[in-house]
């Protein structure tokens, strides 16, 4: 599986940003779908994850209320929507999949990685 983030870039504290990742390959293996960031000087993160049917959806405390997590399975895309952005989102955010059946916060559970998009939010 490869997977392809893209959509990230600068935005004033207060915006809206969405990126997307793309993927491409044995998209039957996996299950879940999720996002992750990585601020500088900083451990990677949770942000939100997906399931392949759609139906589950987690969130991280941080980004709840404002972030939406969305897949359009005929693309095998993806969608995470960032709303009411702060300097505290700045980050590079990742996309991630694994074959499990529940969406894990675990970096670890994840199989395969994209290379990262950065979003940069100023105040």
């Known amino acids: 599986v490869q997977l392809q983030a893209s959509g990230g870039g600068s935005v004033q504290a207060g915006g809206s940003l969405s990126v997307s990742c793309v993927a491409s390959?044995?998209?039957?293996?996996?299950?879940?779908m999720g996002w992750f960031r990585q601020a500088s000087g900083k451990e990677r993160e949770f942000v939100a994850a997906i399931n392949w049917r759609g139906d589950r959806k987690t969130f991280a405390d941080s980004v709840k209320g404002r972030f939406r997590i969305s897949r359009d399975v005929a693309k095998t895309t993806i969608y995470l929507q960032m709303n009411s952005l702060g300097a505290e989102d700045t980050a590079v955010y990742y996309c991630?999949?694994?074959?499990?059946?529940?969406?894990?916060?675990?970096?670890?559970?994840?199989?395969?990685w994209g290379q990262g998009t950065l979003v940069t939010v100023s105040s």
């Open positions: 991630a999949v694994n074959h499990q059946s529940t969406i894990s916060k675990l970096p670890d559970e994840y199989d395969y």
């Open positions: 390959g044995r998209t039957l293996s996996w299950n879940i």
